[in-house]
């Protein structure tokens, strides 16, 4: 049986940053940047969402939701806290940003952080859901299920992971952008211009948002790279960005 990934909780220095993965993803999205943060005396905790990670992608959609991808945001941040670190930023990764994002809004205590590639504030055209389907297959092939058996399990989950999605999409206009305008630390934002799962352009539009209400955003544009910054081209430029964020926000 194949090892799935885990969640990691890297105890290095007094300053804790919390990193969220992307939907269908793990904390393996964001252990290259942990190991870097790691090396630079930060303690790195990265949870993992309900339903990801077990090896087969109908749990993200059968346990997964909204409601509960913030429950275990919260229960992350608390995770932190009762070890007693009190220096805490957040980030996320696609949908871990939205959810990084609503911690900022929701707790003061917080003293900053942001979003990679993360659709904040969402339009109608996006490719997660054949990303979905396509890790899906690759899942089930893992575990030895040839084409006929993966058939109805993929026509199952193509219109639940469309209904979760829409879920997703409705919980972030509802619940995430009206807390926006409670945001008050200085907020990091990173896109990849060629992403291929996201509208790129959505990232300089919060970005505008929040300078509009006397937000300080740190904006971070990457023109040739894709979705997951976190280990593509942009990585090391991402993790300097990160690092130089952080010296603003710990003092």
Same mark, same amino acid.
């Given at each position: 049986?194949?090892?799935?990934?885990?969640?990691?909780?890297?105890?290095?220095?007094?300053?804790?940053?919390?990193?969220?993965?992307?939907?269908?993803?793990? *904390?393996?999205?964001?252990?290259?940047? /942990?190991?870097?943060?790691?090396? &630079?005396?930060?303690?790195?905790?990265?949870? #993992? %969402? =309900?339903?990801?990670?077990?090896?087969?992608?109908?749990?993200?959609?059968?346990?997964?939701?909204?409601?509960?991808?913030?429950?275990?945001?919260?229960?992350?941040?608390?995770?932190?806290?009762?070890?007693?670190?009190?220096?805490?930023?957040?980030?996320?990764?696609?949908?871990?940003?939205?959810?990084?994002?609503?911690?900022?809004?929701?707790?003061?205590?917080?003293?900053?952080?942001?979003?990679?590639?993360?659709?904040?504030?969402?339009?109608?055209?996006?490719?997660?859901?054949?990303?979905?389907?396509?890790?899906?297959?690759?899942?089930?092939?893992?575990?030895?299920?040839?084409?006929? *058996?993966?058939?109805?399990?993929?026509? /199952?989950?193509?219109?639940?992971? &469309?209904?979760?999605?829409?879920?997703?999409? #409705? %919980? =972030?206009?509802?619940?995430?952008?009206?807390?926006?305008?409670?945001?008050?630390?200085?907020?990091?934002?990173?896109?990849?211009?060629?992403?291929?799962?996201?509208?790129?352009?959505?990232?300089?539009?919060?970005?505008?948002?929040?300078?509009?209400?006397?937000?300080?955003?740190?904006?971070?544009?990457?023109?040739?790279?894709?979705?997951?910054?976190?280990?593509?081209?942009?990585?090391?430029?991402?993790?300097?960005?990160?690092?130089?964020?952080?010296?603003?926000?710990?003092?």
């Amino acid at each position: 049986m194949l090892k799935q990934p885990e969640p990691f909780f890297f105890e290095h220095g007094d300053q804790v940053v919390i990193l969220l993965h992307a939907y269908s993803g793990s *904390a393996n999205d964001v252990r290259m940047l /942990a190991r870097v943060l790691e090396r &630079a005396n930060y303690s790195v905790y990265a949870p #993992q %969402f =309900t339903g990801h990670a077990t090896g087969d992608p109908r749990d993200i959609v059968t346990q997964g939701s909204p409601a509960k991808w913030w429950e275990d945001t919260q229960r992350a941040i608390s995770f932190v806290r009762q070890k007693g670190y009190t220096k805490v930023s957040i980030f996320g990764l696609s949908l871990g940003g939205l959810f990084a994002t609503l911690a900022l809004a929701d707790d003061p205590e917080l003293l900053g952080g942001g979003i990679f590639s993360s659709p904040v504030l969402p339009t109608a055209t996006t490719a997660v859901a054949a990303m979905f389907i396509q890790r899906s297959r690759q899942l089930l092939t893992r575990q030895h299920l040839d084409a006929a *058996a993966q058939a109805p399990i993929i026509a /199952a989950l193509k219109p639940a992971v &469309a209904a979760q999605l829409t879920a997703v999409g #409705q %919980f =972030t206009r509802t619940v995430i952008q009206p807390q926006l305008a409670h945001l008050t630390r200085p907020y990091f934002i990173a896109q990849g211009g060629q992403d291929e799962l996201i509208d790129a352009t959505g990232a300089a539009r919060l970005r505008d948002q929040l300078q509009t209400q006397g937000l300080p955003v740190d904006y971070h544009w990457y023109p040739t790279a894709g979705h997951v910054l976190t280990v593509n081209a942009a990585h090391h430029q991402l993790e300097q960005a990160v690092l130089t964020y952080l010296k603003t926000i710990y003092k």
